[in-house]
């Protein structure tokens, strides 16, 4: 069973950045970062495997950055100059296999407990 702990949530004026972590307890081939606002679906933000393949949300290239330290078998998010509509719930989800939807929430087996990250304007 894998286990996931999401860490580095917080609140932040727009413009602000903030850095989330997520440690697993096993090394896992697919990582991603997913969020979900209150009244919405959950959606994809950034994925990563372990082969270095990344994938980016529309909404956050260029302000966003993952990365994994494999070593460690923790995942990384840099969120620089966010906006309020980046304010959700954020949550770490892993996989073991490869799936052609490498950034769908159904497509990941394990999921942490979340943290939140709220931007205010």
């Known amino acids: 069973q894998v286990q996931l702990v999401e860490s580095g949530g917080g609140s932040v004026q727009a413009g602000g950045s903030l850095r989330l972590s997520c440690a697993a307890n096993?090394?896992?081939?697919?990582m991603g970062w997913f969020r979900q606002a209150p009244g919405k679906e959950r959606e994809g933000v950034a994925a990563i495997s372990s082969t270095g393949r990344i994938d980016y949300a529309d909404s956050v290239k260029g302000r966003f950055t993952i990365s994994r330290d494999n070593a460690k078998n923790t995942l990384y998010l840099q969120m620089n100059s966010l906006k309020p509509e980046d304010t959700a719930l954020y949550y770490c989800a892993a996989d073991p296999r490869w799936s052609v939807a490498f950034m769908s929430p159904s497509s990941y087996m394990y999921w942490g407990q979340g943290t939140q990250v709220t931007v205010s304007s």
């Open positions: 096993s090394s896992i081939y697919r």
